[in-house]
């Protein structure tokens, strides 16, 4: 009697840790989206100009990226509760800071606090959820849910940003975070139990992570700033050669590390390498193609950004009802085939996007969008159960970070890469539309109209172009999981727990 009370109570309490976690990330990636919205508002404030704002977004991106991995790295070391509440109380902290900034300068200081506490999350939630739900079936149903987060903040940004900033000003989007912050704080610490690495860790990788550090920083920093600076311009190219100078520097220090912040072994295990090339190309080919609905909306369709924004909620409840589901399928059906089809089906509703035109109806974006989320949540736990399955316990931490990692850098690969192509397209399409057209008038005013129907023709087609792109590359990544083979999968994970 006594034993079931106690399994049933532990069977709650895991489940209590996994709202905890959703919390923190829900808040994370909410925070990620929602700034954004209040950027014209800020710009008005502080008299700044709009490419001088899109720093307090490279910012955070970039100490986004930079710390991911010593957070996960300090989580397998110290302990992944002391950190995760490390983060998020020190999230909260830049929240408020921010929320109080007076100028361009204060706030992208307050902004890089918030993503170096902000990057905590991911790693060390992952690790916290992979030692709590030990069993392979139900750690991926856990996982999926969690994961399902992450789409619902990006959702959820635009429709909650949107009334806040209207109501209550820009300062409201960080000060909303103290209040749901310390709610998360309290349940971290009631909730969640304290595990390590049973591995004990003397020594820090510090050249490692400066070294990894300043690469992902140029990295990032010319995905971001490229299409403005000019790919071929003196700061690309310094940038370039820095991202592959530190990178060798990076594998020469890590190769010899007594305690590497990444270990080079994972990139000899097939399903870790496959695994994390399907994750990269399906987000760079998502985000690649995502980025640009909220602006065909706007611009083609006549959608104000609180319209637009609604479009993406059944968006989010298909990435919520697939995620589950697919997590329930383990132990069923081979991970490689259903990460497979959900890729595929992912394609496919990208693919849907290329029918789009002037005329589209916001039901002919929703399905697209629903169908793509669909199968984008169908395969989230099948991805982040084998990265937890298939390396030591020690190293869950930091793994789940390279998985976090490449996600971020996928969707700056995606939106940098693609959205040059639509510039790039809109410009050919114009002169190859324009080179077989005929206006048989000089009336300016039917010149104007000849010229707007050229300019509206080059860009509607170099969205479709874009979207199609897109497609194929969701498409392509599918085949990365397919021949894949998981040997030794853990069903049961052993963890040191306080």
């Known amino acids: 009697m006594q034993e079931n009370t106690a399994h049933k109570k532990a069977s709650s309490l895991r489940w209590w840790i996994l709202l905890t976690v959703i919390i923190g990330t829900f808040l994370g990636r909410l925070d990620q989206t929602i700034v954004n919205l209040a950027l014209p508002k800020i710009i008005g404030d502080f008299g700044i100009s709009v490419s001088a704002a899109g720093w307090i977004a490279t910012a955070y991106i ?64 992952m690790a916290i959820l992979a ?35 209207d109501s209550f000003g820009w300062r409201s989007v960080f000060l909303i975070n103290l209040p749901i912050g310390i709610l998360g704080i ?82 000899k295990i097939p399903a870790f390498v496959n695994t994390l090339v399907n994750n990269f190309i399906v987000f760079m080919g998502m985000m690649g193609g995502l980025f640009l609905l909220p602006i065909f909306a706007q611009t083609f369709l006549g959608y104000n950004a609180t319209q637009a924004g609604y479009l993406f909620i059944p968006m989010a409840a298909a990435l919520m009802l697939a995620a589950p589901i697919g997590g329930a399928l383990i132990g069923r059906i081979e991970a490689r085939y259903v990460i497979f089809a959900s890729t595929i089906v992912a394609a496919i509703g990208i693919y849907l996007f290329t029918f789009l035109d002037p005329k589209s109806s916001a039901i002919e974006i929703i399905i697209p969008l629903t169908v793509m989320a669909f199968g984008l949540g169908f395969g989230m736990a099948q ?10 316990q020690h190293e869950i931490g930091i793994a789940s970070s390279i998985l976090a990692l490449a996600r971020n850098i996928a969707g700056a690969f995606g939106i940098a890469i693609f959205g ?38 080059a860009q509607v087609n170099a969205y479709d172009y874009v979207f199609f792109i897109a ?28």
């Open 62 to 125: 970039l100490a986004n990226a930079v710390f991911v991995p010593i957070w996960g790295k300090l989580g397998d070391t110290i302990g992944r509760k002391k950190v995760y509440i490390a983060g998020f109380s020190i999230f909260i902290v830049g929240s408020v800071l921010a929320g109080f900034s007076w100028n361009l300068s204060s706030m992208i200081v307050f902004r890089v606090i918030q993503a170096i506490a902000g990057s905590a999350d991911y790693p060390t939630a």
């Open 131 to 165: 030692v709590t739900f030990k069993h392979g079936k139900e750690r991926a149903q856990a996982l999926g849910i969690w994961s399902s987060s992450f789409a619902a903040a990006t959702v959820f940004g635009p429709l909650l940003g949107g009334p806040l900033i």
């Open 186 to 267: 309290f349940m971290a610490m009631r909730f969640i139990n304290e595990s390590r690495s049973e591995r004990k860790t003397v020594y820090f990788d510090w050249w490692g992570s400066l070294s990894l550090g300043g690469m992902l920083s140029a990295l990032v920093l010319i995905l971001d700033q490229g299409p403005s600076w000019g790919w071929l311009s003196t700061p690309s190219l310094i940038c370039y050669f820095l991202i592959i100078a530190l990178f060798i520097i990076f594998i020469r220090i890590e190769q010899t590390a007594k305690d590497p912040i990444v270990d080079l072994k994972f990139f």
């Open 383 to 392: 991805r982040t159960n084998i990265i937890a399955s298939v390396v030591d």
């Open 420 to 457: 040059t192509l639509l510039t790039n397209r809109v410009y050919s399409n114009v002169l190859s539309i324009n080179s077989h057209s005929y206006l048989h008038s000089n009336n300016p005013i039917d010149i104007q109209k000849f010229i707007g129907l050229i300019e509206l023709k």
């Open 471 to 498: 497609a194929a590359v969701v498409f392509l990544g599918s085949f990365a999981v397919l021949f894949m083979k998981i040997k030794n999968e853990r069903t049961d994970i052993k963890v040191h727990v306080e």
